[in-house]
């Protein structure tokens, strides 16, 4: 019997090697063996993950909204400020938004 995993695209390495183990929690077996521990990230907001390891929700600040502005749902709505704007735009604004939180 063959047991399918939920993969998603590690943040570090960038390989589709992740395996989704929680809610918001994921394990990357390549970098976990690059880095010698147990590599795990928040695969909605895509940073290194800071909470217990038992956990399933993320404790980072400003999860939500880098994982909303990371999303890859296009926005269509020409009305809404962020119509058109680039994946790596989003992206540095997340970032910026969350300095703002540390």
């Known amino acids: 019997m063959s047991t399918s995993a939920v ?13 989704i183990v929680g809610d918001q929690r994921a394990v990357c077996s390549l970098c ?3 880095l010698r ?14 909470g217990e390891n038992c956990s399933n929700t993320c404790d980072l600040p400003g999860c939500a909204l880098r ?4 999303s890859d749902v ?5 009305v809404l400020p962020l119509f ?11 970032d910026k938004t969350y300095r703002s939180f540390t």
């Open 67 to 70: 994982a909303a502005l990371l």
């Open 84 to 94: 058109g704007l680039s994946e790596g735009l989003l992206t540095q604004m997340a």
């Open 32 to 34: 976990s063996k690059a």
């Open 7 to 19: 993969l998603t695209q590690c943040p570090r390495c960038k390989q589709e090697q992740a395996k």
């Open 37 to 50: 521990r147990v590599y795990q990230f928040c695969w909605a907001c895509r940073r290194e993950w800071q």
């Open 74 to 78: 296009v926005i269509t709505d020409p």
